[in-house]
């Protein structure tokens, strides 16, 4: 049985840091790209970041570059987004998502295929 499970947000304040996981089982991530998304109360779920299965690409939407980075563990079947220097509008509940896929990432989540639940990020002010 295939899961994504996010774990690592929470309430924090404007400036602070989360690391956020997604512990996958039931496939092997190492064949896998990985995306993060987000979905704020009343809007899309919009691409956040994604890594390739390898590693050697990543990609980042503009609103976060420079503060989020993605990276992944794929022989303890985990990726990670480290967020630093968090924005009230970071504020949203964080997806992680996952595609067989050897070539590339990608940030536009028809691509993907597996998906987590979920885990709630806010950021006050």
């Known amino acids: 049985q295939v899961q994504l499970v996010e774990s690592g947000g929470g309430l924090v304040r404007s400036g602070d840091s989360l690391r956020l996981s997604c512990a996958v089982s039931g496939f092997t991530l190492g064949y896998y790209a990985i995306g993060w998304f987000r979905q704020a109360p009343g809007k899309e779920r919009e691409g956040v970041s994604c890594i390739s299965s390898s590693s050697d690409s990543t990609g980042y939407a503009d609103s976060v570059k420079g503060r989020f980075t993605i990276s992944r563990d794929n022989a303890k079947n985990t990726a990670y987004l480290q967020m630093n220097s968090l924005k009230p509008e970071d504020t949203a509940v964080y997806h992680c998502?996952?595609?067989?896929?050897?070539?590339?990432?990608?940030?536009?989540?028809?691509?993907?295929?597996?998906w987590g639940q979920g885990t709630q990020v806010t950021v006050s002010s």
């Open positions: 998502a996952a595609i067989q896929d050897m070539r590339g990432c990608y940030l536009r989540r028809s691509e993907y295929y597996y």
